[in-house]
């Protein structure tokens, strides 16, 4: 299942098969596709991500959101629609902040490539079995 962030981008868990030279490993591996107004990505590089076409794309939950934080749904999604207004303004001006996912990981922008950089934990909860390969991956 992947999950859409309006007007920024979707994440999304992947599976994986690679060929060791002994076994086949099949893992779990997060992955960020970027969708933001393009006027804000004219002078950035960013990673083509292709998200397989049988992953269910859910939008942000944001009454689950409010669940976490005690907010109403309503303020919830005008917050996460601000931040993401602010962060495509910085981006547009050429600013470059860091944007950090709690949990997941962070968005950067480092000599004008904008990637997603997940956390080893993130990575870790996912896949249980081969961490080190969906690690090596990510």
């Known amino acids: 299942q992947g999950v859409l962030v309006p007007g920024l981008g979707t994440f999304a868990v992947v599976h994986e098969q690679i060929n060791g030279t002994e076994e086949v490993y099949v893992v779990r591996r997060p992955v960020f596709q970027l969708d933001m107004d393009m006027s804000c990505l004219r002078e950035l590089v960013f990673p083509t991500v292709m998200i397989p076409g049988d992953i269910e794309i859910m939008p942000l939950d944001y009454w689950w959101l409010s669940q976490t934080n005690s907010l109403p749904p309503d303020m919830v999604r005008g917050c996460v629609e ?13 600013q470059r902040p860091a944007f950090t996912f709690e ?6 922008c480092q000599d004008n490539v904008l990637c997603m950089q997940f956390h080893c934990s993130c990575i870790a909860a996912l896949e249980s079995r081969d961490i080190w390969v969906a690690l ?3």
Do not use: K
């Open 136 to 138: 090596l991956l990510t």
């Open 82 to 94: 601000e931040t993401i207004l602010l962060y495509s303004f910085q981006l547009r001006t050429r």
């Open 103 to 108: 949990n997941i990981g962070i968005l950067s």
